[in-house]
Nanobody, 124 residues
Framework: QVQLVESGGGLVQAGGSLRLSCAAS????????MGWFRQAPGKEREFVAA????????SYADSVKGRFTISRDNAKNTVYLQMNSLKPEDTAVYYC?????????????????WGQGTQVTVSS
């Protein structure tokens, strides 16, 4: 049983930055691959970024490569998503998830635990 809580969302102008945090409780995250997904209004939830359990392997959606960075601090039981050069099309609810694998997964069905989401809004 893992509980995940996202924080750090908000309203920013295009070109700005935000750092999202995902804090876990109930179980250590050290054995889980972790990921971030997002869902924009009227859109399906989509993959954003993933990180292996030790942080040695990452995957990114093409739309965020070079702008977003996923990282983890297992000692703090926390996962982060640093978002730079934000664009209006990045506007979405962002969800943190823990996978049923130790590797970096990119498919929604590979994840077992989900946070409640945090809103990111990017204005022009």
């Amino acid at each position: 049983q893992v509980q995940l809580v996202e924080s750090g969302g908000g309203l920013v102008q295009a070109g700005g930055s935000l750092r999202l945090s995902c804090a876990a409780s109930g179980r250590t995250l050290s054995n889980y691959g972790m990921g971030w997904f997002r869902q924009a209004p009227g859109k399906e939830r989509e993959f954003v970024a993933a990180l292996s359990r030790a942080g040695g392997s990452t995957s990114y959606a093409d739309s965020v490569k070079g702008r977003f960075t996923i990282s983890r601090d297992n000692a703090k039981n926390t996962v982060y998503l640093q978002m730079n050069s934000l664009k209006p099309e990045d506007t979405a609810v962002y969800y943190c998830a823990a996978a049923g694998y130790g590797s970096a997964r990119v498919r929604e069905y590979e994840y077992t635990y989900w946070g409640q989401g945090t809103q990111v809004t990017v204005s022009s």
